[in-house]
């Protein structure tokens, strides 16, 4: 069902996303690319796209949700290891024939049908023996996925840089898909174009998945409601008033379906959605305690119009009441931008997309 609020795992319920659809399954299927990135707004299906994609290819895969850290200021290795734990547990219920395969890996134990990682210390078990086991292991091939992996950039005590490298030179049967909403970071966190990175000079697939245009939503909301067997014709004040990200529109649609009121669902989606962007706001500013309210200012200030460096420079300074330096400036709007909160249109810096504008002009 088009409007159900679950990440989708059938092309049948994924809304036209064919292309990209089609080239993850080749990246990571027919080619076995190391590493493939799908990128794009939050809410915007790239999860839907990664489960369709798995299910489709047909490989074991271990699926780790980083989304659970974006309120953390700092991720530890045990944070990480846990997770990766509870995933291989659920693919050896699935393949027990994989224990065997982990059995003699430091820091691994094996209680049973149940495996454990160690986490501290000098026996803490290493990624890169583990992905050794999955690659001696999987004969097609297995499939990790990073989903909201700029997370990572928040790691304490570990860097999977290098063993992301390591597998992508040497492990010609594991794959990742690495998945971000916050694509400046996500790239400042794998640092391909740092000559020092080890990533430096690895090709990668990439999927970029886009909101929909104004005659996609038209489509998206016609076929959803068909579904429910309603009829809608509608379809530009939606798009007007929540743009085209898939997430909001299929809120907006189970709404309309509860209420058979236009302006009631809308408002209704509005409330949800803005509530849902200043927390995820609140989580962005969690490490950044003394820039807290420049931050929420420049926001307020873009979201008001799209206005140009020197018009938010001068507005921050105006709210303040004292200078801004043009560099400290230019890191806050990077910040900005690298997380997916403005984007810049020409010579001019909006809001990614309208609802974060409506979020910080309410």
Do not use: H
């Not at 693919?91 to 454990?116: A, K, Y």
């Amino acid at each position: 069902m088009l409007f159900d609020l679950r990440p989708k795992d059938s092309r049948s319920d994924l809304f036209d996303r064919d292309v990209e659809l089609s080239k993850v399954i080749e990246y990571v299927g027919r080619l076995g690319v190391p590493i493939t990135l799908v990128l794009g707004f939050r809410r915007v299906g790239k999860s839907s796209l990664i489960l369709v994609a798995l299910r489709e290819l047909g490989l074991p895969s271990i699926y780790i949700d980083l989304r659970k850290f974006e309120e953390r200021q700092y991720l530890s290795y045990r944070d990480f290891i846990l997770e990766l734990q509870r995933e291989v547990n659920g693919l050896t219920r699935r393949f027990p024939g994989l224990i065997d395969f982990l059995r003699n890996i430091g820091g691994v134990s094996i209680m049973g049908n149940q495996v454990l990682f160690s986490w501290k210390g000098s026996n803490r078990v290493s990624l890169a023996s583990l992905l050794d086991a999955l690659n001696d292991w999987a004969s097609n091939g297995v499939v990790i996925i990073l989903d909201e992996a700029q997370e990572l950039v928040k790691a304490r005590g570990f860097n999977i840089l290098p063993v992301l490298a390591y597998a992508y030179d040497n492990l010609r049967r594991v794959r990742f898909i690495i998945s971000g909403s916050k694509i400046g970071l996500l790239y400042r966190f794998l640092k391909v174009k740092d000559p020092e990175s080890p990533l430096f000079g690895r090709a990668m697939g990439i999927v970029e998945l886009k909101p929909f245009t104004k005659e996609q939503v038209a489509e998206f909301l016609r076929r959803g409601f068909e579904e429910l067997g309603i009829e809608f014709s509608d379809f530009d004040k939606v798009y007007e008033r929540l743009g085209g990200i898939p997430g909001w529109l299929t809120y907006f649609g189970l709404k309309y379906y509860e209420y058979r009121d236009l302006e009631r669902a809308i408002i209704d989606t509005v409330s949800y959605a803005t509530a849902l962007i200043r927390q995820e706001f609140n989580n962005f500013l969690t490490d950044k305690t003394i820039a807290r309210d420049r931050y929420l200012a420049i926001m307020r200030i873009v979201a008001r119009e799209c206005a140009g460096w020197t018009e938010i420079k001068n507005g921050l300074e105006v709210m303040l009441g004292m200078e801004i330096s043009d560099s400290r400036m230019s890191e806050y709007l990077r910040q900005l931008l690298d997380s997916a909160w403005i984007i810049k249109a020409g010579n001019k810096y909006c809001p990614a997309e309208p609802l974060i504008g409506v979020a910080f002009r309410t």
